[in-house]
């Protein structure tokens, strides 16, 4: 079983940076593939950005290309999520999430574990 939880959220203003924090618990953390998510009100859960099991590739959706980074420390058993450049349309919950296998994926149902979210809030 691996557990998830993220955190750094917090308001910042447009042009800001924030990093997420992903740390993920169970000992073979280090063969999945990881993704981040996020809501924003009223809106469905979209895809933003995902690392494969060996942190050799990484996909990232439009929207976050050029400003988001993921990363992972799997000695740490830790996922990052750099997000420079912060647009007001950035404001959402964003959640990690694991999957019991190595390929990065984007669609949300290939991901088996998921953590309670983080709001980042980004003012204009």
Known sequence: ???VVESGGGLVQAGGSLRLSCAASGP???NYAMG???QAPGKER???AAISWSGGTTVYAD???GRF???RDSANNT???QMNSLKPEDTAVYYCAARRLQAAEVTP???NYWGPGTRVTVSS
């Open 1 to 3: 079983q691996v557990q």
């Open 28 to 30: 073979t953390f280090s």
């Open 36 to 38: 981040w998510f996020r």
């Open 46 to 48: 979209e895809f933003v």
């Open 63 to 65: 929207s976050v290309k």
């Open 69 to 71: 980074t993921i990363s």
């Open 79 to 81: 996922v990052y999520l």
């Open 109 to 111: 149902s290939k991901y």
